[in-house]
């Protein structure tokens, strides 16, 4: 998960990734979209396909290169966990539920109207 946090901590890595999400592009389509010079995108490519986050295939004197996900889904999963409730977080939004639940329950009984109030 190192390599891939690394890999797309370069602004430039990650248009790369989102440029190849509608298919495949060759190197120099690549390198065209951008201002800095052709072995410098060279060099980020290298750097997406270590981290396995793309894949390239020589057809005739091109290169073509195209998206991987399967290595994101570590990190994904890994950041997932600051999104999702946890611990007592979790236990007390049940707890909110329950208490909301009870009360329209509790409303929709006779002799429970809004205001009334139960004398012993």
Known sequence: MDEV?????????????????????????????FPVSRPAVSRHLRVLRRAGL???EVVGRQRFYRL????????????ARF???????HRLDALETEVYRTR???RGRPGHAAGETRTA
């Open 5 to 33: 946090v690394e890999a797309i901590a370069d602004p430039i890595r990650r248009d790369i990734l989102e440029m190849l999400r509608d298919g495949r592009l060759a190197a120099g389509d690549i390198a065209a979209r």
């Open 54 to 56: 793309v894949r390239d």
């Open 68 to 79: 991987e996900t399967g290595p994101l889904a570590a990190l994904v999963e890994w950041l």
């Open 83 to 89: 999104d999702r409730p946890g611990g007592w977080e």
């Open 104 to 106: 329209r329950e509790r």
